[in-house]
């Protein structure tokens, strides 16, 4: 079963960073876009940034916009986020996929779901 690891996450304080990386284990990531998702205690998952292929065209949630930056490096199979002035609500199983943008932004991804990395704010 395809699937990303995502690694990264921890416990910070609101107004810190963290850089979230996914390594697209068994696959090559270089002719799909990627996304960044996550998914709160009680809530569903959702779309949080996506990135084309050639890193060309990028897309972010409202929520997340000016705070987080997406990024790839096809080379080593690689995605990041790096995700700066973290507030309480950005606590969350954060999880990458693979798909097209309009999937992405859509909230679905091709590979299965991996564990994803816990990112918790404290206030």
């Known amino acids: 079963q395809a699937h990303a690891v995502e690694s990264g996450g921890g416990l910070v304080q609101a107004g810190g960073s963290l850089r979230l990386s996914c390594a697209a284990s068994?696959?090559?990531?270089?002719?799909?876009?990627m996304g960044w998702f996550r998914q709160a205690p009680g809530k569903e998952r959702e779309f949080v940034a996506a990135?084309?292929?050639?890193?060309?065209?990028?897309a972010y949630a409202d929520s997340v916009k000016g705070r987080f930056t997406i990024s790839r490096d096809n080379a080593e199979n690689m995605v990041y986020l790096q995700m700066n002035s973290l507030k309480p609500d950005d606590t969350a199983v954060y999880y990458c996929?693979?798909?097209?943008?309009?999937?992405?932004?859509?909230?679905?991804?091709?590979?299965?779901w991996g564990k994803g990395t816990q990112v918790t704010v404290s206030s």
């Open positions: 068994g696959r090559t990531i270089s002719i799909y876009a």
């Open positions: 996929n693979r798909g097209t943008m309009s999937t992405l932004k859509g909230g679905e991804g091709m590979d299965y």
């Open positions: 990135i084309s292929w050639s890193g060309g065209i990028i």
